[in-house]
DNA sequence: CGGTTAGTTCAATTGATAATGAACAAATCT
DNA sequence: AGATTTGTTCATTATCAATTGAACTAACCG
């Protein structure tokens, strides 16, 4: 069943699927979550199917990853044994999600792999007049500031 | 001509593409400007090519983009007719030019699809309790927020 | 000038990632 | 119980962007 979407609805898919994909997330997340921002009523992954005609794999995989962004929740509905979802409108659900599983864990790699470079590069003569040491140790303290305003922005988006 | 990276080298040209690649830049952009990073001397394209064992297209293209951010300087070398270019260390030109030529445009393309979005649902009757339209204010009033939040990161990671 | 070197461009290839769809498991009917 | 519906998994396929490499232009050289 392809039933066509409304104007509303396109929008809101196309809104959602360009905000996802800055964050790196595949485009179905976002037409999915933009399907049910906009949905009056919870949907069931058929109804997710037919209206933005995917498959069902690629549907079962959307839902799952939302529902563990805490994007959608599970509603039960009375008379039907089928999972039904309906949107969390708090967004800065999905951003918080990217930070912690995304950003973080990178920023602190990257630290890692920044303070192996100083050693390595420290190892030589008089270290206090190395160029790279010099700029290296510049870029662990910007590295360091980036790191510290990611809970600001989070503070900030939450509320 | 493939010389062998050094530790140094490899870590550096790791941590600028795990940079970049945040920030849904190729690869090789994250490869050539880790290499200048730790580079002591200005650099040629063939250079480039050499060591990281790319393409001299790829290379072309990547140190165009990569002068385009300001993120190389072009500097003459005395007696020898290529460019050569060496890294400008300042890190967060390249997190300047993602904000302002992809975060930005989308940003306010996505305002415009939300004031569309807006002036689709409020065309029914009450809009003061329809739903739909507070779940698009309370995105719009997020989205603003978000905007408004891009220039004070900008600042602060400038500095 | 013709030969060489430096660098660009872009069509074709490759590679990485997402979506498909069929096979499967599990729950709910009659 | 068997039949049907619901949902998951994962190997295959499709899609899309990055890289290659060959053809090209332009600048320098002898």
């Given at each position: 069943m392809v039933s066509r979407l409304s104007a509303l609805e396109e929008e809101s898919i196309d809104y959602f699927v360009s905000f996802v994909q800055i964050l790196g997330l595949p485009k179905s997340i976002g037409q999915i979550y933009g399907l049910f921002f906009v949905s009056s009523d919870p949907m069931a992954m058929d109804h997710v199917v037919g209206r933005l005609d995917i498959s069902k794999g690629c549907a079962s995989q959307g839902l799952a990853t939302l529902k563990g962004f805490g994007a959608i929740i599970p509603v039960h509905m009375e008379g039907d044994r089928r999972e039904h979802f309906e949107a969390d409108?708090?967004?800065s659900k999905i951003v918080a999600h990217f930070f912690e599983e995304t950003l973080e864990p990178r920023m602190a790699h990257g630290e890692e792999r920044l303070n192996r470079m100083i050693s390595i590069s420290e190892n030589?003569?008089?270290?206090?007049?190395n160029p790279i040491v010099t700029r290296l140790n510049a870029l662990k303290k910007w590295q360091t500031r980036g790191k510290e305003t990611i809970p600001l922005i989070k503070e900030f988006l939450k509320a």
């Amino acid at each position: 069943m392809v039933s066509r979407l409304s104007a509303l609805e396109e929008e809101s898919i196309d809104y959602f699927v360009s905000f996802v994909q800055i964050l790196g997330l595949p485009k179905s997340i976002g037409q999915i979550y933009g399907l049910f921002f906009v949905s009056s009523d919870p949907m069931a992954m058929d109804h997710v199917v037919g209206r933005l005609d995917i498959s069902k794999g690629c549907a079962s995989q959307g839902l799952a990853t939302l529902k563990g962004f805490g994007a959608i929740i599970p509603v039960h509905m009375e008379g039907d044994r089928r999972e039904h979802f309906e949107a969390d409108f708090e967004v800065s659900k999905i951003v918080a999600h990217f930070f912690e599983e995304t950003l973080e864990p990178r920023m602190a790699h990257g630290e890692e792999r920044l303070n192996r470079m100083i050693s390595i590069s420290e190892n030589g003569e008089n270290p206090g007049e190395n160029p790279i040491v010099t700029r290296l140790n510049a870029l662990k303290k910007w590295q360091t500031r980036g790191k510290e305003t990611i809970p600001l922005i989070k503070e900030f988006l939450k509320a």
